[in-house]
Antibody
Framework: QVQLKETGPDLVQLTQTLSITCTVS????????VHWVRQPPGKGLEWMGA???????DYNSAFKSRLSISRDTSKSQVFLKMNSLQTDDTAKYFC?????????WGQGVMVTVSS | DIQMTQSPPSLSASLGDKVTITCQAS??????IAWYQQKPGKAPRLLIR???TLESGTPSRFSGSGSGRDYSFSISNVESEDIASYYC?????????FGGGTKLELK
């Protein structure tokens, strides 16, 4: 069955870099796209970017050049990296499969940016 | 970027009520709108895609409609398990954008 699971740190220091891994199963990254979405505590959802099945990427310009998405198809993993973290980057980070819309989601990883 | 204006931000309903949530896009999104349900601490769950197509497992009391810039999502006969937050998502243009969310509570 289709599953996605995010793994990453609970806590990241101010101005440091966040790295999260999304490990997928039940589908191929060369067939389906994977997106990243985040949600600050008590707030709404924000689309961050996508890894397309062909290997290309797109990003929300709100993250300017801080965000990078990559993948390792042999390991069925998609990676999110975001640098220069600020306190307003405290959020739950989700990866989700794109099939038409975002149909399957990971459970998310809650990341707190600490000063 | 396309702005998705979702209303109302919160909604209070009694069991058995019909409730409706709307999303207005800042431009035509060609029916590429999805609706999600999110319960506290959980990931969003896709209920409806492409305006009105129910996902497998979505109860028939949920429905969606609309075109152009204006879309709506309804729950007829609200049940206790429907108490959650709901979000629209436009996926016509990058960057994809979500509505601000609607929190459905029991009256």
């Amino acid at each position: 069955q289709v599953q996605l699971k995010e793994t990453g740190p609970d806590l990241v220091q101010l101005t440091q870099t966040l790295s999260i891994t999304c490990t997928v199963s039940g589908f191929s990254l060369t067939t389906y796209n994977v997106h990243w979405v985040r949600q600050p505590p008590g707030k709404g959802l924000e689309w961050m970017g996508a890894m397309w099945n062909g290997g290309g990427t797109d990003y929300n310009s709100a993250f300017k050049s801080r965000l990078s998405i990559s993948r390792d198809t042999s390991k069925s993993q998609v990676f999110l990296k975001m640098n220069s973290l600020q306190t307003d980057d405290t959020a739950k980070y989700f990866c989700a499969r794109h099939d038409g819309s975002l149909d399957y989601w990971g459970q998310g990883v809650m990341v707190t940016v600490s000063s | 970027d396309i702005q998705m204006t979702q209303s109302p931000p919160s909604l209070s309903a009694s069991l058995g009520d019909k409730v409706t949530i709307t999303c207005q896009a800042s431009q035509n999104i060609n029916k590429y709108i999805a609706w999600y349900q999110q319960k506290p601490g959980k990931a969003p769950r896709l209920l409806i895609r492409y305006t009105s197509t129910l996902e497998s497992g979505t109860p028939s009391r949920f429905s969606g409609s609309g075109s152009g810039r204006d879309y709506s999502f309804s729950i007829s006969n609200v049940e206790s398990e429907d108490i959650a937050s709901y979000y629209c998502l436009q996926y016509d243009n990058l960057p994809w954008t979500f509505g601000g969310g609607t929190k459905l509570e029991l009256k």
